[in-house]
């Protein structure tokens, strides 16, 4: 690829485009904030299960700080390859960097977990898991296995936030913009994380262990491959990442492995004494001039407050890891630009400084398997599985009974575009569209209902 032409304004709407002070990827970010499937994430579980009193991250809030985080990046990067005298930008290009970069990594940033589903990994594991479990199912007198063709069927068996995020943002649904959110190809490009189907994975490949786009959306990614000459990677359907994607990334990386520690803390999971020493620690193993270890343990041991405390060395660990990961962009930029790059910016931290090693340890052994993260991953998997048991078997069959056309009545109209297609794998699309884009809380209430637990 090319720092000259890896970038563009266009979209897949091909609409004209008005002149305003905004540019188009500034617009990208106004409207991915402003959209009804971003808004739902503010009642997702990101890892602690949604609090009554004290407050804990969730999707959006989470969503909102790597954007942050992102921008930084972006900016930072930006004004790093214009300076760059080994990185030869054509005026155009150079005005994008100074400008815009900063805008499509946010964007990027807010869009890149608006396709998981209710519960998250659960919520994933909950959909797959329930194709695979059901793939001998008798609907009509044939096997529910049977009505798919392969490639749909890796879908559906492996469902994908990541896969989903790109349908998300550009599907036509019933009654709305036949391009979604009319986002820019740049923008959508970095969050393809994966750029590969579900039947091209392979997971020792770091780009293609899991997958970034459904059958249903392989033409629009097709489009967004080719305008953007991405690499292909042994054949036609599978190709290098974005250089961007490894921004977004890294924002997203740098965010939950310190502020779920922060999280622990504030509800209390882990002592003041045991975040502030992980943290201090990663400082102190980042050994940057621009955050030094000394003068960041003087003023924390300044602040009274507990959480503040904690807060100001989240604040400070977050400035080190961005100031790394422009380092490691900056170090390895011929590598990403030419597709050759197969790790992550904060895996290669990692590698020189072991700076996350303790931190991710934590993370692991007493955050993400305590009780209360745990439970709800299990009330998750059944309330998604038992939702799928009620839907699908309605929508897919011919002759629909009463009750079937009354389970088909509670889908929006925004999902239904399809529900009476010819094609089954679309039909089914459109009950994972409408179960996989609800909230935990409506979710749950669904369930509650439908099973006369709650009338």
């Known amino acids: 690829m ?61 969503s909102l700080e790597v954007a942050s985080v992102g921008r930084s990046l972006g900016e930072i990067v930006g004004q790093h390859l214009i300076e760059d005298p080994e990185v030869e930008l054509d005026n155009h290009a150079e005005a994008f960097y100074a400008k815009d970069l900063a805008s499509v990594i946010s964007s990027g940033c807010l869009a890149h977990d608006i396709g998981n589903p209710a519960f998250g990994h659960s919520g994933e594991e909950a959909i797959s898991n329930y194709f695979v479990e059901n793939a001998e199912a008798n609907i009509e007198h044939e096997s529910l296995r049977s009505r798919y063709t392969e490639a749909q069927w890796a879908d559906l068996t492996s469902f994908e936030g990541n896969a989903n995020a790109l349908r998300v943002l550009t599907q036509h649904f019933g009654g709305k913009s036949e391009s979604g959110l009319g986002l820019t190809l740049t923008t959508l490009a970095s969050i393809l994380k994966y750029p590969c189907s579900s039947s091209d994975r392979d997971k020792k490949i770091k780009h293609r262990k899991k997958y970034g786009f459904f059958q249903s959306e392989k033409a629009i990614f097709e489009s967004i491959a080719e305008r953007l000459e991405f690499i292909p990677d042994g054949d036609q359907a599978t190709f290098k990442r974005h250089p961007f994607v490894y921004l977004v990334e890294a924002a997203d990386d740098i965010c939950y492995n310190i502020i779920d520690m922060e999280d622990a803390h504030r509800i209390g999971l882990l002592s003041k004494e045991r975040v502030s020493s992980v943290f201090l620690d990663l400082i102190k193993k980042l050994d940057l001039e621009e955050v030094r270890h000394d003068q960041v343990v003087s003023t924390f041991e300044r602040i009274i407050d507990e959480n503040e405390s904690i807060a100001y060395l989240r604040a400070k660990c977050i400035s080190a890891l961005v100031i790394a990961s422009v380092q490691e962009f900056m170090n390895n930029k011929v590598a990403i630009i030419e ?117």
């Open 2 to 62: 090319n720092w000259n032409s890896c970038f563009t304004g266009e979209s897949l709407s091909n609409s004209p485009v008005k002149k305003d002070s905004r540019s188009n990827f500034q617009k990208d970010y106004d409207r991915i904030i402003f959209s009804s499937s971003f808004r739902r994430l503010q009642n997702k579980t990101q890892v602690f299960p949604l609090p009554g009193t004290t407050f804990v991250h969730n999707r959006l809030t989470h």
């Open 339 to 455: 597709g050759n790059f197969d790790s992550s910016l904060v895996n290669e931290i990692e590698n020189k400084s072991n700076a996350l090693e303790a931190l991710e340890r934590i993370s692991y052994e007493e955050i993400y398997r305590h009780p209360s993260v745990l439970e709800i991953e299990v009330a998750g998997f059944h309330v998604m599985s038992e939702l799928l048991n009620i839907f699908l078997p309605a929508v897919l069959k011919s002759n629909r009974s009463s009750l079937d056309k009354t389970i088909i009545a509670l889908i929006p109209k925004q999902f239904q575009n399809h529900i009476n297609d010819q094609n089954l794998y679309l039909r089914t699309m459109n009950v994972l569209d409408h179960i996989s884009g609800m909230t935990d809380a409506y979710a749950m209430e669904m369930y509650r209902k439908l099973k006369g637990i709650e009338i």
